[in-house]
Each structure stands twice: as C-alpha cells, then as structure tokens.
C-alpha cells in the first residue's frame, strides 16, 4: 500500500521515513510533503495514496483544509492526524471528515501506529470485499432477470417491448456512455460422440471467464442450453472506423472459440446479433439464436445475424413451402438417385436463411415420403417374419434428432440408395448377388470378369445386358458408389481426400481427383466448400 507523510517541520518528516521501516511492513512512501497545497497538487496529478499521515497546523493548506479536498473524491481513504495540539475542535472537525484516528506527536509509539494501520488497513479490505460481493451478487441477479425477460417465441411470446436500462443499474454503470449492443449466444456443436455434462459445465464456466476478463463484455450466463453476453460497443465506433471494430470483435470471438477447443476439446458455433440499443434485447436475442441455426449446417464457427434471415426459424410461409413442393416433387420424380444430393445442397442454401433445424428435418422427411411415394413402395410391404430389407429407412424414419445437416443428408440419401438398390434387385432377379457383391467390396480391385463370374455370365453378354438394366456400364455404376462413399466420408468424418479415395478403392489420389471432377462436375475443393454461405460468416 502507498503512503503520504505531509507536515511543515523537516525533522518530524525524517523521523517517520527513519524510525518505521515501511517497506518491511508492506508499504510504499509515495511522498513525504511540507504542506496541504503541496500534497494536494502531487495528488491531483498523479494518484492518491491508500494512507495518509498529516499533521493539522501547516502553512497555505493545513491538514484540515486537505482532507476536506480529499473526501470529496476519496471517501475511503485511510487518514491519521499526528498533531502536537490536542484541542477539542480539531477532533470534532477531524471526526465530521471521516479521519480514522488522531494520535497526538508526544503521545507516538511507531510499533502503535502500526499495528492502528494494521488494523485498519484489514478493516478496509473486508469492508472492500463485502461490497464487491454485493455488486457481484446484484450483478448476477440483473444478468438472470435480463435473460428471462428477454425470452421471446415468435408467435406465443412477442419480439416487441422495451428493455429498460433503469431496471438493471449495474449493467448500466458497465456499460457507461457506449453505443449499441451486440447478444452473442455459444452452444456446442456435437462431433462424433456427444459431450459430458460435465464438459458442458465446464465450458460455460470458461465462457463466463473469458467474458468477464474483456472490458466490453458482460457475460449474461446459460439458458435452454446456450450461454448468453453482451458485446458492448465502444462509444464512437460506430461514427470512426466500424470495420476495425468489427475486425477486433471478431478476433475477440475467435479466440473463445479456440480457447474452448483447446482446453476442453469442444467445438462451439458462436451466433451474433446485429448491433443495436440494450433495449431491444428481445430482438437482438433472437436475432443470435436463430443465427446458431446456421451451426447445424454449416459446423462450428462465428456466425451474424443477416437481414431476410427468418427470425422465427420455425415454418416457412405456405406460398415458399408449395413452391418448395413442386420443385422437390420434379426433381423426385425426374430421377436419378445420385442427383438428389446435389439437389439438397441447392435447397439447403434456402433452408439456412429460412428454417431451423427442425424444420429441416420436417421437410427431409418430407422428401423421403414423396420419394416412396413416387416409387410405388408399396410393393416392398413385409410378410409376417421377414427383416426388413431397407434397415437404412426405418433408420432414417425413426430418428428425430440430427447433429448436422450433413448427418441428415447422408441418412437420406443411404436410405435412398438402399431403395435404389432394392429395386433393382427385386425388379432384376440375375442382378441381385451382383449388386450385393459390389456394396460388400467397392474398396477391392474388382474386375468386371468378377463380376461376369458371379452372375455366370460371359463377359460381353453380362457388360450389355448390366448396361441395358442399370442404366449405365458396369465400370461406371463401380465408380459412380465409389464417389458416393468419399462423398460421405469427407462430409461427414472430415477425411482429406487422399484418405477418402484409399477407403474407397483408389491408391491414386490424383486420379481420384481426376474421377470425382468427372462423375460430379465441381472439384473436390468446390464440394468441401459447397453450402458455406459466407455472407453468413464474420
């Protein structure tokens, strides 16, 4: 702690700076001074020091006169008068401006003062503390009050209504004289295997930390499992330059991000709002929540509110979802089953501005209803005893929860597959051990004398009639389900393509580039990136 030693007689300013060894005892001497007015001009230039010795009868300020200047911007300075007069009014006088002992000089023991400063000094810090805590708790109090009240459910719960500054007076004072505000919301974004509780707990607890050490920032807390804050824009951004700040906030938003994935191992979608007053916090809530949708599409990253996203997410208007029919019912009907996932990452393009994940879902299942439909499934109806013969269907059908749109996509389109290559096998008995051969071994160097050899063909007669019934050469329904199965496995286990291609039967990683150009038309880095709506990215 620092000290100030103010008094008119030289040999009294020695004898303290002599007689106690303050640093011994923790304290610091500031300055030693001769009077109030110099004391006064160090104070007011530089900082106040935690403890103040002074004596009271000095020339052109007296001690009095300084600590009267002192309390008006000091109250909880720690103040002792060491005075040769013992008079009653200064102790009266001393008593109204908070001074916390007066010892007179005759009277001084330096092992006493200590030990008064000692003590004073812990009074302080307790006193301090116990405030701190006060703040911290009505803090808490504001924050889970302001996160319940702006809850909203487009359509039960209304977007409109102000939040008013004055009912949340230490969020006020954090937020000063600054401009608008940013909610930014953070979830998980399940991998592979879905994460601990205890993970979870752990990553709000860094979240609320992270937060906490930023100036602009006030961490909010969790609710329906996303972690809330408020990223408070620094008064003047908006009218200097806005693209610094929002480079800086972006920077800022990353390095949660990283933080979380390197000491915790989660991966998280951060959802930004756009910029407005704190009392539209309804809307700027909503705003990032539904901006985490996009999470479920794209993976994890930083993602901002964009103007046309829709902000309930829930169910698109009855003229987009019959437009959205017909253009799903031709592309089902037009055929053939390896185009469809080019047609869903189409429309998930719109999916991403318009719906939630559970609306993607409700229409997924829509598709694979009109497919079936399409495709007379009836005659695949089971007899009493027999498996089902499309596991990969009632798979797809009896799951309601999808971590990714990737995850939903690939279930679709295996279930669609399975379906394809049922038919073929019902509708073309001779083809049946073929097809099964081919889905067991697709990674093998299969031959198409192998193939001619299990359907106890001749070559040439197997090649044209395999031609005549699937539509195409043998060679390339090979490649076409070798592609398919990269496809998947770099979409969905974020294999590199050299490894995709060496699971699936190519030792060549250039030549595989060469086929996926081929058979798709875009190149493996177009399709790694396709449906990455970067206008949706910070």
Known sequence: MKIAIVDDESLVRVGFQTIIDWTANGYEVQGVYRNGKEAW??????DFPDVLLTDIRMPEMDGLELIDNIRKQDADMIILILSSFEEIEYYRKSIQLGVQDYIPKHLFDPDELIATLSRLTKKKAAAATHVQQDRTEAMMAETQRLIISSRALPG???LAGSTLKSEYPQIAERMGNRGNVYWVAVRDVPDEHPYMDSDISAMRFLLHDLMNRTEYVIPLGTDRSVFYGLLIVPAGAEASEEAGFEQGMHNLVKEWIDTVKQNLAISVAVGLSLPGVFEDSKMLRCEAERTLDVAFYEGPGIYRFQHGMSLDGQTIGTPTWLTWQDEILSFVRSRPAPAMGERLDSLKERMIMQCSPEEAIRIAK???KAYMHERAEDEFHLVEGESDPN????????TNYFRSWAELETM???AIEEYELLAKKRSNPWLQPILTFIEERF????????????????VNYFSHRFS???GMTFLEFLTRLRVRKAMGLMKNERLSAEEAASRVGYTNANYFVKVFKKITGITISEFKNAGYNEKNRT
Do not use: H, M, T
């Open 391 to 398: 596991p990969r269907r009632a798979a797809f059908e009896s």
């Open 41 to 46: 001009e160090a104070f007011s230039a530089s």
């Open 366 to 368: 829509w598709i694979f």
């Open 443 to 458: 990674s093998d160097n299969i031959r198409l004398e192998d193939a001619a050899s299990i359907a106890g063909l001749n």
């Open 468 to 470: 005549q019934e699937a």
């Open 412 to 414: 679709l389109l295996q």
């Open 156 to 158: 039960v719960i209304p």
